[in-house]
């Protein structure tokens, strides 16, 4: 066997990339396009960019889903992780295969049905739809992914070390904030970043489980979208796009150290039993 | 022992919490859809009838319940419309799942074959699009594929072509939206099973005279089939209701249930009849969500 990559795991592996990274390229280049056709390259230019500080609805827009995304996160995260330590450590119990059936479901359920299904509780339970609505739609879906992050971590989780912290006296849930949660926190914050973006991208959902005054950066885009490509749209979504991306190099970058640092404690406790 | 599961009470708090809110955010909705499909739209608000007041108490009730009927059900089975968008959805969505693992295959074997040292940048390649936005990504694909869009323009430019094509507004512009976005769900699971995969058989297979393309079918496929099938899954079930991709790219003769769902309830405000759409929706997905379940679970149990 030849060790090392072939001519064709190279290539397919560029082809494969240049595919995945093309069309957001294409998009970033052409959002600083002088011209208003977004198809013919007039210069670069900055324009679309200062013509978004104009476009109050859109600011506004940009408001409400941060706010959205950041408190939908953070309930999210809390949910999921709970969600994860019964799926590991519970073992069974009565309604376990329901509970997991739950927090799996929403992870293929179609975005459609989810939606529909939220907006006819809050309309049944006669619930002010609006600003709330799209946070608890959002955390009821994110937490389930949020869950599946947390879990993947928690199951190669050395639990000897909470154990010796037991053995030596301190109580359960000490031990889980001293000793557990630092540990799974790189994985916890993947989780609230990944539940954080879900909540940004929505737009069926949101659309669905929304009321007046609630409308949603996606919700603007989508309708302006159905109009034609613009370039104005081109510099929101490369905004929205660099935000990402620095946001998750940075957090890769933080949880790798964390996790050097992790493994050099745990060596040091080993070292030292 | 660990964790807050020493104390009973503890353990309960613990997992009561995402309990409750599952049954009330997740299943329960799903009975109210299934309630509201039997019943009829009105001019109101809500706009559907009958609703239950618990005003009138129980015979109130028992006279709401004698008011539902599967109207909206026989209605959905009689009209072409909506049997040919459930058909199209699954025939759009099996077909897409197809094409992506046929794309997929070669970057995840690629990935997994390269040099350890790159694999981790690799993989941060594959998971950075699946972080921003799909409205997005669907979008920049309008700007390529319009008729006076980057595509034209540049095979026109090169004089490949002497007429713009149309892409936009047809299903082959759904099935690459949905191939190009699902792309990294496929890619994921099937690097991760390919990884695992013991190498040392491969070279066994190769002393043993095995012609390399003979080994790829023998052993590797069948040992990245539970990538392939969770691949699968991730990918065909979303698929089947997706909305954005076929409302964005398609054209009007793109059916797709997810859209006629969307369409049913924003522009024609039938309540009932949506809710029956999506009963039927998830009575069809509902096997292959029971399946992938299954498998995440199992595949959990082996890991701990």
């Known amino acids: ?273 | 022992m660990n964790g807050f599961s020493t104390s009973r009470a503890g353990r309960l708090i613990v997992r009561l919490l995402p309990y409750a809110w599952l049954l009330v955010f997740f299943l329960l909705p799903f009975l109210i859809v299934f309630k509201i499909s039997l019943s009829q739209v009105t001019l109101a608000i809500p706009p559907y009838m009958p609703t239950f007041d618990l005003v009138g108490g129980i015979s109130g009730l028992m006279d709401s319940v004698r008011q539902l009927s599967f109207e909206n059900y026989a209605f959905l089975f009689s009209d072409r419309l909506y049997v040919l968008s459930y058909l199209s959805s699954l025939q759009i969505a099996g077909i897409s799942t197809l094409l992506v693992l046929m794309i997929g295959y070669p970057i995840a074997y690629g990935m997994a074959r390269s040099p350890r040292a790159w694999r981790p940048t690799l993989l941060m390649l594959v998971i950075l699009p699946f972080w921003t936005s799909f409205l997005i990504r669907v979008y920049a694909w309008i700007g390529i594929l319009s008729r006076e869009g980057l595509l034209n323009n540049f095979l026109m430019s090169t004089g490949i072509i002497d007429a713009p094509l149309t892409i936009l507004s047809t299903n082959i512009a759904v099935y690459i939206g949905i191939v190009y976005s699902y792309l990294p769900f496929m890619v994921l699971p099937l690097y991760a099973s390919l990884e695992r995969m013991d190498e040392s058989l491969l070279e066994a297979a190769n002393d043993l005279g095995c012609p390399p393309p003979k080994t790829f079918w023998v052993i590797t496929v069948p040992l990245s089939l539970p990538g392939i099938v969770a691949g699968c899954f991730l990918v065909f079930i979303p698929a089947v209701g997706e909305f954005v991709i076929p409302d964005l790219l398609g054209g009007s003769q793109t059916l797709m249930i997810g859209r006629t769902l969307w369409a049913e309830f924003f522009n024609n405000r039938d309540w009932p009849l949506s809710s029956a759409v999506a009963v039927i929706l998830l009575l069809i997905l509902v096997i292959p969500i029971m399946i992938f379940q299954n498998m995440q679970q199992r595949q959990q149990e082996k890991n701990s």
């Open chain 1, 1 to 273: 066997m030849r060790r090392g990559p072939s001519w064709f795991n190279i290539v397919s592996l560029l082809i494969g990339f240049s595919f995945l990274y093309l069309p957001i390229v294409l998009l970033v280049i052409y959002s600083f396009n002088a011209g208003r056709n977004v198809a013919v390259w007039a210069g670069w230019s900055t324009r679309w960019y200062s013509a978004l500080l104009q476009n109050q609805q859109l600011l506004d827009a940009a408001w409400v889903t941060l706010r959205v995304a950041f408190i939908s996160a953070s309930v999210a995260t809390v949910l999921g992780t709970l969600a994860a330590l019964v799926l590991v450590r519970q073992g069974r119990f009565h309604g376990r295969t329901l509970f997991s059936g739950m927090v799996y479901a929403p992870l293929v359920m179609p975005e459609v049905i989810t939606g529909l299904s939220l907006l006819l509780l809050f309309v049944a339970i006669n619930f002010d739809r609006g600003f709330w609505t799209v946070t608890i739609a959002h955390i009821t879906f994110s937490m389930c992914f949020a869950a599946v992050v947390v879990q993947s971590r928690l199951v190669t989780f050395d639990r000897s070390l909470e154990e010796a912290a037991m053995d030596l006296g301190c109580p359960p849930a000490k031990a889980f904030f001293l000793i557990t949660l630092p540990i799974i926190m790189p994985a916890i914050i993947a989780a609230w970043m990944l539940a954080f973006t879900l909540s940004l991208d929505d737009l069926v959902i949101a659309s669905f489980t929304t009321g007046p005054g609630a409308t949603t950066l996606p919700m603007r885009i989508y309708s302006a979208v159905r109009l034609g490509v613009t370039p104005e749209i081109n510099a929101v979504c490369t905004i929205l796009v660099g935000v990402v991306a620095v946001g998750v190099l940075v957090a890769s970058v933080i949880t790798k150290r964390q996790e050097a640092e992790r493994q050099r404690a745990e060596r040091m406790a080993a070292a030292n039993r």
